[in-house]
């Protein structure tokens, strides 16, 4: 079973930055990418941004244009830079291997980590 430990959460103000690092024990098999999820207070675990092992990045409306995704392959690690973090940012951040979903869209494989926290003061 594949390990993820994310990291790089914390307490910033609103318009400040954040970097969530997530290292895999290893290549999740079958994956198409990774992705970060956002699970906020009292809400569903939401996908905010996918990296293919390519290289090719999507994001969610929310966070386009100031969420960037990106990866080391090497390293089996995930990396989010969050900019002009506003509290609706605010949550456990996790990450997880994607696939790609019959329709459109991403799946995430059952196994996951401890997540890391991010808290946005206004």
């Known amino acids: 079973q594949v390990q993820l430990v994310e990291s790089g959460g914390g307490l910033v103000q609103a318009g400040g930055s954040l970097r969530l690092s997530c290292v895999a024990s290893r290549s999740i098999r079958s994956a198409d990418g990774m992705g970060w999820y956002r699970q906020a207070p009292g809400k569903q675990r939401e996908l905010v941004a996918t990296i293919t092992s390519g290289g090719i990045a999507t994001y969610a409306d929310s966070v386009k244009g100031r969420f960037t995704i990106s990866g080391d392959n090497a390293k089996n690690t995930v990396y989010l830079q969050m900019n002009s973090l506003t509290p609706e940012g605010a949550g456990v951040y996790y990450c997880?291997?994607?696939?790609?979903?019959?329709?459109?869209?991403?799946?995430?494989?059952?196994?996951w980590g401890q997540g890391t926290r991010v808290t946005v003061s206004s």
């Open positions: 997880n291997g994607v696939k790609r979903a019959v329709g459109g869209g991403w799946t995430s494989f059952s196994s």
